[in-house]
């Protein structure tokens, strides 16, 4: 007697975020009911209240580690997962709440909360390949779900995602949307931000905020120069750098320098 088959197991978990990226997972629709017929959605507390206990083939985790509890359950995660996707700007880089290190939290949490003393935080937002390895990222503030419906498809299929590595002035180039820095003199992370979004931003003539965090190899300096020349100060450059991937290497290390 041949044993049934049984589909891959998908879990989605949810750490120190906003839900954007989870929501991103569910507005793709069609795309997740075809997905649906392949995979077992096990756990996604978001989309439904069934669960169904691991080992996972597949765990899709979005937000950041901000508390002690934060630091046990990821370790838990991983150790019930074949594969760990993180996805969005909060697991791959900290998220906005990672702007909390660079400043003293404690200074901050009274002028924030009535009764301080029920707050239960660590010092910083990190990402989660910070405790455990990770297989694969995606990034984004939201992820993209179009690279998301092709990870997923990818790993069910046993082949590498397409993600890219070049800058978002790529997307600009193949969408034929001029260079808001070159045609309008407005400042633009596009150079050193990493392809995904489609260039949203320059498509409306604003210049890129960096959702998709730095690409491979940014340079930044260079970058700065060219802000400069557009008269856009240190202070400018500064805010732009610590936004949604504040904590992101290459972005923490070169908004040190506009201080």
Same mark, same amino acid.
């Given at each position: 007697?041949?044993?049934?088959?049984?589909?891959?197991?998908?879990? /989605?978990?949810?750490?120190?975020?906003?839900? #954007? +990226?989870?929501? *991103?997972?569910?507005?793709?629709? %069609?795309?997740?009911? @075809?997905?649906?017929?392949?995979?077992?959605?096990?756990?996604?507390?978001?989309?439904?209240?069934?669960?169904?206990?691991?080992?996972?083939?597949?765990?899709?985790?979005?937000?950041?580690?901000?508390?002690?509890?934060?630091?046990?359950?990821?370790?838990?995660?991983?150790?019930?997962?074949?594969?760990?996707?993180?996805?969005?700007?909060?697991?791959?880089?900290?998220?906005?709440?990672?702007?909390?290190?660079?400043?003293?939290?404690?200074?901050?949490?009274?002028?924030?909360?009535?009764?301080?003393?029920?707050?239960?935080?660590?010092?910083?937002?990190?990402?989660?390949?910070?405790? /455990?390895?990770?297989?694969?990222?995606?990034? #984004? +503030?939201?992820? *993209?779900?179009?690279?998301?419906? %092709?990870?997923?498809? @990818?790993?069910?299929?046993?082949?590498?995602?397409?993600?890219?590595?070049?800058?978002?002035?790529?997307?600009?180039?193949?969408?034929?949307?001029?260079?808001?820095?070159?045609?309008?003199?407005?400042?633009?992370?596009?150079?050193?931000?990493?392809?995904?979004?489609?260039?949203?931003?320059?498509?409306?003539?604003?210049?890129?905020?960096?959702?998709?965090?730095?690409?491979?190899?940014?340079?930044?300096?260079?970058?700065?120069?060219?802000?400069?020349?557009?008269?856009?100060?240190?202070?400018?450059?500064?805010?732009?750098?610590?936004?949604?991937?504040?904590?992101?290497?290459?972005?923490?290390?070169?908004?040190?320098?506009?201080?």
């Amino acid at each position: 007697m041949s044993a049934v088959a049984t589909c891959p197991k998908l879990a /989605v978990w949810k750490f120190s975020s906003c839900d #954007g +990226c989870q929501l *991103s997972l569910l507005d793709c629709e %069609d795309e997740l009911l @075809a997905i649906a017929e392949e995979i077992e959605i096990a756990y996604f507390p978001e989309a439904t209240s069934g669960e169904i206990e691991g080992p996972y083939d597949v765990s899709l985790v979005e937000g950041s580690v901000t508390t002690a509890h934060d630091v046990g359950r990821i370790q838990e995660v991983r150790a019930q997962s074949a594969l760990l996707v993180t996805i969005g700007a909060c697991a791959t880089a900290g998220g906005i709440q990672a702007l909390r290190n660079f400043v003293d939290v404690g200074e901050w949490i009274p002028l924030v909360y009535a009764s301080p003393e029920y707050v239960s935080t660590l010092e910083t937002s990190t990402p989660i390949a910070d405790h /455990v390895p990770v297989d694969l990222e995606l990034r #984004g +503030c939201p992820i *993209s779900k179009a690279q998301l419906v %092709d990870t997923v498809s @990818a790993l069910l299929h046993g082949r590498r995602p397409r993600l890219a590595t070049t800058s978002v002035c790529t997307e600009c180039k193949a969408r034929g949307t001029p260079c808001v820095m070159v045609a309008h003199g407005t400042p633009c992370l596009g150079p050193v931000t990493q392809a995904g979004c489609g260039a949203i931003c320059p498509a409306y003539a604003r210049g890129c905020y960096g959702c998709f965090g730095p690409m491979e190899s940014p340079n930044v300096a260079a970058l700065a120069r060219q802000w400069r020349e557009l008269g856009a100060g240190d202070d400018v450059m500064l805010r732009a750098l610590r936004t949604f991937n504040a904590n992101a290497p290459a972005f923490r290390e070169a908004s040190y320098d506009h201080e």
